[in-house]
């Protein structure tokens, strides 16, 4: 399969969503990161221009770990909206990526990029086979299945699928260490230990379906048909 998933910023998706993706990457199957967002204010101590560069450098690395493509879409961090002309660069991604899962945010996550993210996935995924709507890519042949992703620290999520990731634990945390830059600002910010804070939520997700490790989805049950299919290693 074309597992595509997406980030908001340029670490959520080795956060969220390493240790499935690390699983899906050893079954064989093809991942594409989108970073949709630069995580340009997402630094104390560097310029916006500096600070992209660093998170770029860090999410290609982090992709690299399990062979996955970057998709460096290089919006503006902390600005995204769901509009039409942000909903066509979604369309695109989607079309390039061609996926038969997406996995994102989901509609009622803290964050405000987000929110935005989980709505343009879901919006642009049931457009983007839709031909008239041109774009740098042809039109999708299918609408893929949709996935959200946990919440920090798993607050007002539950989840209706698990996959153990405790084989894949170690990968998870070697993918989260790329972004190193964000270890110090998490902690600044937010008063939030990066590598405890992921890898304490993994050991609690792993409790609720018997594993060392784990994370957790709800599928997106908006598309007629879409519900049922368990498409998760
Ligand atoms: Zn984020």
Redesign the pocket.
Known sequence: MNILAI???P??IECYIGGTLALYALAGHKITNACITNGCMGSMEHSPAETVRIREKEARAAASVIGAEVIWADLEDASLVSDIKTRNIFIDVIRAAEPDVIICPSPDDY?P??RACSVLTADAALLASVPLIKTGHPAAEATPYILYHDHPNGVAFEPEEYVDITRAMDTKLRMMSCHQSQIGWLKTQYDMDFAYSFETMARFRGLACGAAFAEGFRPDKSFPGSAPRRLLP
């Open positions: 980030g908001p910023h670490d959520d964050h990029d987000h």
